[in-house]
């Protein structure tokens, strides 16, 4: 299996970092290849910075902090940047995996941003959603990006079932081509 590439996107201190550094998953007994990219933390990337990013991932996990709605807001823009690219010069063939995590979960007295409305957003933008702590619950990060990566590898199946039957059409065509040149010899 090749590289799996992760954008991990959200506003600043609500928990990316927490959440991807020093993970290493295994997926059937296999260790998973990785690659993780978090421009949000880097720099003061802008939205509008975002599309090279749209291009090179094969998923996303957007992170906003369950305390800040500011960071809930964020993360909905991202999620319609993801969601809602300008088709005219990048078709994809398929959408890619995303998902939604309401980190801070242990703040929930703190609460700012309910459990409905992050689920409600995932489900109207073709997203999976977690709420869980960065900081405390490593089972469930490892779990969330499991299941994001089943996604991914769904999608390069896909992708690669639909490879044949290009081929096929490639040697129908050149079929075709030869075939006339000889009749017409
Ligand atoms: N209470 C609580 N704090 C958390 C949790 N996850 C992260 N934090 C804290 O939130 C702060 C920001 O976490 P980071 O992982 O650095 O956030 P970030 O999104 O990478 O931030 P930038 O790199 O600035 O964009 C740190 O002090 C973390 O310890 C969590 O689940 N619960
Ligand atoms: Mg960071």
């Known amino acids: 299996m090749g590289d799996v590439k992760l954008a991990v996107l959200g506003g600043r201190g609500?928990?990316?970092?927490?959440?991807?550094?020093?993970?290493?998953?295994?997926?059937e007994g296999k260790p998973l290849n990785l690659e993780i990219y978090d421009p949000c933390s880097q720099s003061q990337k802008a939205k509008?910075?975002?599309?090279?990013d749209l291009h090179w991932a094969d998923g996303f996990v957007i992170?906003?902090?369950?305390?800040?709605?500011?960071?809930?807001a964020f993360?909905?823009?991202?999620?319609?940047?993801?969601?809602?690219?300008?088709?005219?010069?990048c078709k994809r063939?398929?959408?890619?995996?995303v998902v939604l995590v309401g980190n801070k979960q242990d703040l929930?007295?703190?609460?700012?941003?309910?459990w409905d409305e992050g689920?409600?957003?995932?489900?109207?933008?073709?997203?999976?959603?977690?709420?869980?702590?960065?900081?405390?619950?490593?089972?469930?990060i490892e779990v969330m990006f499991l299941r994001l990566i089943k996604d991914i590898l769904m999608i390069f199946k896909h992708k690669e079932k639909?490879?044949?039957?290009?081929?096929?059409s490639m040697a129908k065509l050149i079929n075709n081509v030869f075939g006339k040149r000889r009749k017409s010899v």
């Open 63 to 72: 992170v906003y902090d369950i305390s800040n709605r500011p960071s809930f």
């Open 162 to 168: 639909r490879r044949p039957s290009g081929s096929k």
């Open 14 to 27: 609500t928990g990316k970092s927490e959440s991807i550094y020093n993970k290493h998953l295994c997926l």
């Open 75 to 89: 993360a909905k823009a991202l999620i319609y940047r993801i969601r809602e690219p300008p088709m005219t010069h």
């Open 119 to 140: 689920q409600k957003l995932a489900t109207d933008y073709r997203c999976q959603f977690c709420e869980l702590s960065a900081a405390e619950q490593s089972l469930e």
């Open 108 to 114: 929930c007295h703190m609460r700012e941003v309910g």
């Open 48 to 52: 509008g910075s975002l599309t090279s």
């Open 93 to 97: 063939v398929m959408e890619p995996a």
